[in-house]
């Protein structure tokens, strides 16, 4: 049986704070020859009470996107949650020991003993800490070693998709048909599809790039395909200035628009509108894109479904569970391909 990443961390969690229990059991085993079972209950509750915070604490370094922060913006938050978790662990073992009857107030209230009470536990969770963020730096080591293969596959692919004979041919004979007629546009459209080639190349240079220089990169590939389509390719759009500085994967949303030419506007006799939209929501910037078409999701080839699977792919491996990526049919004849990403990245 395969052993999971959660499975595989709450035997972690388990084995790791019994073992700690069984140590601390033995040692009170050798100092005394009679162990009541007041003593074996509060080892029990012991344990129990440290899986429970510290999966506590866990669950609040996700939540909180600690390891992302720097070490001095982490080192603090850590500390001060130890030494809380630490004073809470303390003051629930008084209260337990109240309740079985137990409680010696002149000992455990002794400033001495308090202190030692709580920067014991507050230790503990400092090396459980110290353990989760060790695992946490090798485990996004590996993501960045797997992020830099998928980034040369993705180079290859747009290289394939994207500078192809068929794409260069089209590209050129429109510009070739502008010569003539309006040599200043032309010189324009060779000035784009050259940015076009450059970006393409330097995919794997950057993990991820401004919003306003994916953007601009969108607009040429665009404007290219609006001297190839004419009027049969009406282009909209809605992004708003406060997404500019955000940083995103290089060629993401340029891939999804192609996309989105390719096997919705081309199809249609008529032709129809591909809309780009930016914003910020929250802690969150959405990039939604529609196109008139239909997204036949029942039906998926490779050649369709490359660039859709390789975003997927990306995000995933960049953003975890923190980013989302859904295409759609939105209306009878217009798919919605949205992308949420965390904006603090």
Not at 111 to 122: F, N, R, S
Request: proline fraction near 3%.
């Amino acid at each position: 049986m395969q052993i999971t990443k959660q499975r595989a961390y709450w035997l972690c969690q388990i084995m790791g704070w019994s073992t700690w229990g069984l140590l601390n059991f033995a040692v009170l085993l050798m100092q005394s020859n009679k162990v009541a079972f007041t003593d074996f209950f509060g080892a029990i509750f012991q344990v129990a009470f440290y899986i429970g915070s510290s999966h506590f604490l866990r669950s609040l370094i996700k939540k909180k996107q600690w390891s992302t922060f720097s070490s001095i913006r982490l080192i603090p938050r850590i500390l001060i949650s130890n030494l809380v978790l630490g004073l809470v662990n303390y003051f629930s073992l008084i209260l337990v020991s109240f309740l079985m009857g137990t409680l010696i107030v002149s000992v455990e209230m002794k400033p001495t003993h308090m202190i030692l009470g709580i920067l014991g536990p507050t230790a503990m969770y400092f090396l459980w800490s110290l353990v989760y963020f060790t695992y946490h730096y090798f485990e996004e080591y590996n993501k960045s070693l797997q992020y830099q293969t998928v980034i040369r596959d993705t180079e290859l692919n747009n290289l394939r998709a994207q500078l192809n004979p068929h794409f260069i041919f089209n590209a050129l004979n429109s510009i070739r048909a502008l010569v003539d007629e309006d040599p200043k546009k032309s010189k324009s459209a060779i000035t784009q599809l050259s940015n076009i080639l450059r970006n393409s190349l330097q995919v794997d240079k950057q993990k991820l790039v401004l919003l306003q220089d994916e953007m601009a990169t969108v607009e040429d590939y665009l404007s290219l395909e609006s001297i190839r389509y004419e009027e049969r390719l009406n282009v909209e759009w809605e992004v708003s200035k406060r997404t500019h500085k955000i940083k995103i994967p290089p060629m993401m949303i340029q891939t999804l628009v192609e996309n989105g030419i390719k096997h919705g506007i081309s199809k249609l006799k008529s032709g129809g509108t591909i809309s780009v939209m930016a914003r910020i929501e929250g802690d969150f910037l959405v990039v939604q894109i529609r196109n008139s078409g239909v997204y036949l999701n029942n039906k998926p080839s490779k050649k369709s479904g490359y660039g859709l699977s390789n975003t997927r792919k990306r995000i995933e491996l960049i953003y975890g569970g923190l980013a989302r990526f859904t295409i759609k049919n939105e209306s009878e004849n217009t798919v919605l391909t949205e992308l949420v990403l965390p904006k603090g990245y």
